[in-house]
């Protein structure tokens, strides 16, 4: 009888501590629980790091914003030359309120554009196409600027007129065209003073008569220009002579007298 009511007790204890072994482990694990909740809102413990790292990672992308502009900034290769686009295959030649946009020089292109114009010069085959010349590098075409001296039955669609001298040069795409009998000749950039003023008619050496084009009075002013220099030695169109060689300028006097003869 003893021995019974000895075992039931020892039962009961036992089933007691078991449960009180249980409800302590609930007891720990809610209230673990609850704390790594309260970590996991933002702006408390761990979790108000991890939120300010992403903030802040957001913060440090390069902003887009929607008024970016990416175009590269224009800058002048000289004063009152051609405005140049870095970083881009056209530039806007702004000299003499030329105004017009061309490729650069260098950029290279599979094939020439369509209606493009062949000239041969020195035995090289050179491209003309809208004022831009390109020349064959291996299988593609590159933008060159042409040999002086190269001939062309014609001018650029668009270009400038420009005086030296009484005489007319076109100008376009950084490039100057000098009348020469029946067609044109790239020449170097003039070195005298350049003038987008025709000369007053006093120094012209011939007017327009008969409905003549602008072509044929280009012709016949480069005529005269030949003759003045031959009279007088001295090409306003050439590098100038040394001082020595024409101490008080009496040469180019003598030009413009032959010019306005």
Known sequence: MIMTHIHHTNRYFTLGLLLALISGLWVFWSAQAAQAAREDRPGNGPGRDRHFSAQAAREDRPSAGPARDRRVPVQAAREGGP??????????????????????RGHVVRSLPREHRTVIH??????????????????RFAVIAPPFG???????????????????????????YANRGDGYVVVEPPKDAVSQTPPPADQLFIYPRNNQSEQQQATDRY??????????????????VAVSEDPSGQKRADYQRAMGA
């Open 150 to 176: 190269l001939f062309v039955p014609f001018l650029p669609p668009y270009y400038a007129t420009v005086w030296v001298g009484g005489m007319p040069y076109y100008y376009a795409n950084d490039i100057y």
């Open 83 to 104: 405005v140049r686009i870095s970083g881009q295959n056209e530039f806007r030649d702004t000299r003499y309120q030329h105004n017009r946009f061309y490729p650069v």
């Open 122 to 139: 020195g035995g090289t085959r050179y491209y003309f196409h809208g004022g831009a010349w390109y020349h064959r590098q291996g299988p």
């Open 223 to 240: 005529e005269c220009h030949k003759w003045a220099v031959n009279q007088t030695g001295f090409d306003p169109t050439q590098p100038p």
